[in-house]
């Protein structure tokens, strides 16, 4: 039997080691300007160690009802929680930064602020998912001498792929983060002054598309601190957390057996890759709290007696230790042996690929976030409009752990052109299932014959009579901006090969598992469902046209009444289009509305974006709007013009 409190939101306290308080903080940095912050802390006299989740989220609202849930439970636990929005978001005072760097020089001071506090013991924990993970990572280098660990869950990677631009995904992230850094200070925390502050932040903002692209930092390789790192397969960052649990020597182990229990840079990393949607998965945070324990409070809790990478294997969990595992062995296929198309005509050498600009319709969310429509459907549609390299039927299991890597002969005439690659597991009965993919975009001045295309990072087992499928296409919309000439590119399947990561092996381990712990109700929070809810994604065909639309509205629309009064309507609409057989017809948009309200005070605010883009042969072309209103009045409204070249990368 779990007894219950309640914390002052009203949330319902399970029973844990000890007592919580909440309380809001002004945390102030060197400029003066202050941030809002929310502390939950245990009941002790005894200094304590600060968990500090940062980011640019907003604590009153948005991550309100996680906070509620997770924040609490860590401060049971013997850690002071801290949520902190960044400057010019939420409640915290200043103007958004367009760039990072500033964003990570205020959490370094950030975290140096609560270390000094006389409740704390001097270590610091960070936590992050999605860009704020991006964020710890680079904030642990520049606090060293009191962050004291770190964990990640899926951090965010470029907006390029392989030399290509991201389509899919990209603006309608730039259209939300407009969005929500266009939201005011909320009154009840902010007062009085949340309508100047508003104004100042509206003035100050820019869509941050541009910059994205323009201006991408270079992923981080290696730690800064003892990190654990957190992904499902299906998310972008699992090949990212692959390289980190490795290192730049490519060597890590764990205590228990007899590693080091560090990558490259001599910092311990353990890496977790489940079955997961993007984000934090409430089963790992009995792992979380064992990090922390072991890092920020001394306690001998077998943290790093843990394999260096523990991945979900299709049916089973499976430990490797070190990571990369002597046991995966690069395995060569070429394509005119084990993998063989039926696309190369009689004594021609070379296999052309040319496909239809609405190849990758069916390639599913960019980030899955757990909803229906997310994953990708079986890819036999998307196989007719690819060029495809089947195998064998396997005569035994295969079990793939790692990086995949496609070695491609183009021919000499090759101009630019892009490279979508997708690797399938086909069943006896045709269904196929997508592993993997990546894409590479040739540049007019690259002079390679020879090309390299890593894939994303796979971790499935396929079993015996399934074949390997590998699928080429010449677009991949609307994940990418299609190529300006639907010309395609030729190879040379004789000097073509597909190294595959294959383990020997291995037993899964019943050890290995995670538990969601018992963890506080969140304050209460009514949700209104629209009564003509749009389906998550839609594809039309108009065969008139020639033309292919696909429309998508996430599930998490319609509104929220919060506990405190707060009432949050959401609506997201994002559409793609493009004609079969002209590259440059591609256009993408999102609409994003989101409404404020406190009807106890008559505060009422609602704040519009739209971004457009479409392409020429060498840029993207954005069109971005912006309209705030109070109470039904617009207060604000703007129009971007932007040119982005498509190699500013």
């Given at each position: ?171 309608t992230r730039a259209t939300a983060h407009l969005a929500d850094a266009a939201r005011p ?290 677009t991949y919309w609307p994940w990418i901006w299609p190529d300006p000439e639907p010309t395609g590119f030729a190879l040379d399947p004789s000097h073509s090969a597909l190294t595959l ?149």
């Amino acid at each position: 039997m779990i007894r219950t409190d309640r914390d002052p939101m009203g949330a319902a306290m399970p029973s844990y080691p000890y007592r919580t308080t909440r309380e809001d903080l002004r945390v102030p940095l060197p400029d003066g300007t202050e941030l809002h912050a929310r502390l939950w802390r245990p009941a002790t006299d005894e200094p304590v160690p600060v968990v500090l989740e940062y980011s640019t989220g907003r604590l009153t609202d948005w991550t309100a009802s996680d906070d509620a849930r997770r924040h609490p439970w860590f401060a049971g636990h013997g850690h002071a929680a801290v949520r902190v929005d960044a400057r010019g978001h939420g409640n915290s005072g200043g103007l958004p930064s367009a760039a990072g760097a500033g964003l990570v020089a205020d959490g370094a001071e950030v975290a140096r602020w609560l270390a000094a506090r006389p409740w704390c013991n001097g270590r610091i924990g960070l936590l992050g998912t999605g860009t704020a993970g991006d964020t710890a990572l680079r904030l642990a280098a520049l606090a060293p001498d009191t962050v004291r660990a770190a964990v990640v869950a899926c951090p965010d990677g470029p907006h390029r792929l392989g030399g290509a631009v991201l389509a899919a995904d990209g603006h309608t992230r730039a259209t939300a983060h407009l969005a929500d850094a266009a939201r005011p200070p909320d009154p009840q925390y902010a007062g009085d002054d949340w309508r100047a502050m508003w104004l100042s932040r509206l003035d100050a903002l820019e869509p941050p598309l541009a910059g994205w692209l323009a201006a991408a930092p270079d992923p981080v390789e290696n730690a800064a601190v003892p990190t654990l790192a957190v992904a499902g397969w299906s998310d972008p960052s699992a090949s990212a957390l692959l390289a980190l649990a490795a290192g730049a020597s490519g060597s890590s182990g764990g205590e228990g057996s007899g590693g080091t229990g560090s990558g490259g840079s001599g910092v311990p990393v353990r890496a977790v890759l489940g079955p997961w949607p993007h984000g934090l998965p409430d089963e790992i945070l009995p792992e979380v709290l064992r990090w922390y324990d072991h890092w920020l409070r001394d306690l001998d809790t077998g943290a790093l007696a843990t394999p260096a990478l523990r991945a979900w294997r299709t049916t089973h969990w499976a430990g490797d230790d070190p990571w990369p595992q002597p046991g995966v062995r690069p395995v060569h296929h070429g394509l005119d042996g084990p993998l063989r198309t039926a696309g190369t005509a009689s004594g021609d050498r070379w296999v052309h690929v040319r496909s239809p600009q609405h190849t990758g319709l069916d390639a599913g969310a960019p980030v899955p976030l757990g909803r229906p429509a997310d994953q990708p459907p079986d890819q036999r549609e998307e196989d007719g409009r690819s060029v495809c390299f089947d195998s064998r039927p396997l005569p035994e299991a295969l079990d793939l752990l790692g990086v995949p890597s496609l070695t491609l002969r183009l021919h000499p005439a090759a101009g630019p052109c892009l490279i979508a690659a997708r690797l399938c597991d086909v069943a006896p009965d045709g269904t196929s299932t997508l592993l993997t993919r990546g894409v590479r975009a040739l540049a007019a001045t690259d002079p390679a014959v020879d090309l390299t295309l890593d894939l994303a990072a796979t971790g499935a087992t396929l079993p015996p009579g399934h074949r390997l499928r590998l699928a080429l296409a010449s677009t991949y919309w609307p994940w990418i901006w299609p190529d300006p000439e639907p010309t395609g590119f030729a190879l040379d399947p004789s000097h073509s090969a597909l190294t595959l990561p294959v383990r020997a092996p291995a037993p899964g381990i019943d050890t290995i598992g995670f538990r969601s712990p018992v963890l506080p109700l969140p304050p209460p929070l009514h949700v209104t469902e629209p009564l003509t809810a749009r389906p998550e994604r839609v594809t039309v065909h108009d065969i008139g046209r020639r033309e292919w639309r696909t429309e998508l509205s996430p599930s998490t629309d319609g509104t929220r009444t919060h506990s405190d009064g707060l009432v949050r309507a959401e609506q997201t609409v994002t559409a793609y289009r493009v004609l079969t057989a002209t590259p440059l017809s591609a256009q993408a948009r999102t609409d994003r509305t989101v409404r404020l309200e406190r009807p106890a005070i008559g505060w009422d605010i609602t704040v519009h974006t739209r971004t457009e883009l479409r392409c020429d042969p060498t840029h993207l072309l954005a069109r971005t709007k912006l309209r705030a209103e109070e109470a039904g009045n617009v207060v604000f409204s703007k129009e971007w013009h932007h040119r982005i070249p498509r190699d500013s990368a």
